[in-house]
């Protein structure tokens, strides 16, 4: 089949908008500004901006294990509402993806009930415990698309050197989420000022901080490719960007509610305001915001992280760390940062495809004659507030419930085939 879309706008390198068009043919862009083919089915991009899909290296869909809070169809229907087309899956499910058995039941899970595309994580340790190592070689097999413990910090340096070695022998990426275990004090929130104020216990940035310049000095010397998770402190900017100028094969990503949101925005003790790592102070999201105009930060990542109603009803004690992300993360980083004129929307868009799939060797997250058709339609002028009943992600489970934001995808395409369409 081929599909014809025109009246559509891309942003250019100096990120001015050109009006053109895309020709899909097979799943493939066969042409860029070319001629309506015959027979080809047409869609009216009605002057919106197209961008290549986007690209989420850190999320969680829930299913196998806890349905109750997403599934595969659910979460995947919510990012294609986000405009993600390509996303990889934490190993943080039961069962784990640690074993073939376990990668095959979850690849068939994926096969059956995926909106798009989906690309499982394999855990560095058995059961997220931090104990036995996997055989990632056996994992990487089995469609691994990187290795991560996200979650849980690996507590014992050895356990991760180790992995590194490997997975520097196998050419696979090590993903790490970075907390010193002995370093939470059983915080729920930064410790800072408004975790004082709120009588909350709070999370220290070392915890984070001190993991990662471990972490960094053990892929030197395993000679690893390491990216770190949800970066959130300026001591881990920091630690990051020594490591770069080291000559460190590190990559980073921050999350759209740290560069968003801080530690000061909590309203008070609501675990929809509960994430890990959590909300830090206004000094850190700064550095979050250099870092990432200078590349130090290599991405963004929305840690969709859904949970029940239940759950997080009742204050930061005793809730579950997380929120959701895939169905807010543009338009609210467009509305911020792109209409203030602090970044510019090729910025943006590059954050969320090029640079995550570069990081992980994926073919995806650019508009170029040969690749996927993987995009996403949207409409930069259309408002709308954030309304959380209204997502089609089982979590409600944001503090951006009741913002307002413009830039909301209209259509994602994935592999030339509709994965979403805003019903008119
Ligand atoms: N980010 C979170 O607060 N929670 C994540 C785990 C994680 O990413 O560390 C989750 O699985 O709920
Ligand atoms: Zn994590
Ligand atoms: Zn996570």
Known sequence: MTTFIHNIKMVNEASELVTTSITIEEGKITAIGGEQPAHAQVIDGKGNLVAPGFVDVHTHLREPGFEHKETIATGTASAAKGGFTTICAMPNTKP??????????????????????????????????????????????????????????????ATMYEQMKEAARI????????????????????????????????????????????????????????????VSTKESVRAVRDAKAAGIRVTAEVCPHHLLLEEMDIPSDDANWKMNPPLRAADDKDSLHAALLDGTIDCIATDHAPHTVEEKCCGMVGAPFGIVGFETAFPLLYTSFVETGKWTLKQLINWMTVKPSQIFDLPYGTLTVGASADLTIIDLNKEQTVDAEGFVSKGRNTPFNGWVAKGWPVLTMVEGKIAFEEVQ
């Open 171 to 230: 050419d696979a990426v090590v993903v790490a989420h970075c907390e010193d275990n002995s370093l939470i004090y059983e915080g729920v929130m930064h410790e800072g000022t408004r975790n004082k104020e709120l009588g909350l216990p709070g999370i220290p940035s070392i915890c984070e901080s001190v993991q990662i310049a471990r972490d960094v000095l053990l892929a030197e010397a395993a000679g690893a490719r390491y990216h770190v998770c949800h």
């Open 96 to 157: 784990v993806p640690d074993s073939i058995e376990n990668m095959q039941l979850i690849n068939g899970l994926i096969q059956d009930s995926a909106a798009i595309r989906v690309l499982p994580y394999g855990s560095l340790t058995k059961d997220i415990s931090g104990e036995v190592r996997t055989n990632m070689e056996e994992l990487k097999a089995q469609g691994a698309v990187a290795f991560s413990d996200d979650g849980v910090g690996i507590q014992l340096a």
